[in-house]
């Protein structure tokens, strides 16, 4: 069990919005850790994709972005598109555990 | 812009110690606040953070791995190694070595080396 859970799965159209959610609590997100955000297409490595809640690397279309709430952090994807279809997840400090967290992981599909 | 490779063994033998390297170009391992990391993925599971590097060789662990984990850098190489003891088939995963972000605690990892494929099999 990961300290962050995410969906197993989300999937929408092209050109449609998908959230993905990362519930953490009050020993990571809920106490005022940043939260990041990776994509990982199928056979490649992880790659950043929002770091400290709402910033975009260079390169990173603006069709995404990131917010955070109380113990729970989300990722928007607007405009979904073909390329888009990856395992996303979102990472943390936990500091219960003394470490760096991922969240289990959601595999979007573009249907 | 700075690329990471890692290399080693495929396959290791349970109770035996896996030794990996991780080669940092396009830029020196000791230039600005950079911490380095390992972290590893078990075949279809989520990212594990193993413990980090700073180039004065200062190291923090992830205390789930009970000591088993042991991080070296060599500057004039320009790569950090990770040694990982008493291997069991719960070690099976794709090893990736990584640059942190100089914020700590809740750093991030950018960017990722294209990882290894490490099984613990007899």
């Known amino acids: 069990q990961s300290v962050l859970t995410q969906p197993p799965s989300v999937s929408g159209a092209p050109g449609q919005r998908v959230t993905i959610s990362c519930t953490g609590s009050?020993?990571?997100?809920?106490?005022?850790?940043?939260v990041h955000w990776y994509q990982q297409v199928p056979g490649t490595a992880p790659k950043l994709l929002i770091y400290a809640i709402t910033n975009r690397p260079s390169g990173v279309p603006d069709r995404f972005s990131g917010s955070k709430s109380g113990t729970s952090a989300s990722l928007a994807i607007t405009g979904l598109q073909a390329e888009d279809e990856a395992d996303y997840y979102c990472?943390?400090?936990?500091?219960?555990?003394?470490?760096?967290?991922f969240g289990g992981g959601t595999k979007l599909t573009v249907l | 812009q700075v690329q990471l490779q890692e290399s080693g063994p495929g396959l290791v033998k349970p109770s035996q110690t896996l030794t990996l390297r991780c080669t940092v170009s396009g830029g020196s391992i000791s230039s600005g606040d950079f911490y380095w990391s390992w972290i590893r993925q078990p075949p279809g599971k989520s990212l594990e953070w193993i413990g980090f590097?700073?180039?004065?060789?200062?190291?923090v662990y992830n205390p789930s791995l009970k000591s088993r984990a042991y991080i070296s850098v060599d500057t004039s190489k320009n790569q950090f190694s990770l040694k990982l003891n008493s291997l069991t088939a719960a070690d099976t995963a794709l090893y990736y070595c990584?640059?942190?972000?100089?914020?700590?605690?809740?750093?991030?990892?950018?960017?990722w080396g294209q990882g290894t494929l490490v099984t613990v099999s007899s």
């Open positions: 990472q943390s400090y936990d500091t219960s555990l003394s470490a760096s967290v």
């Open positions: 990584a640059r942190n972000s100089p914020q700590l605690p809740d750093n991030w990892f950018d960017p």
């Open positions: 009050n020993s990571n997100i809920g106490v005022g850790y940043n």
């Open positions: 590097i700073y180039p004065d060789g200062t190291t």
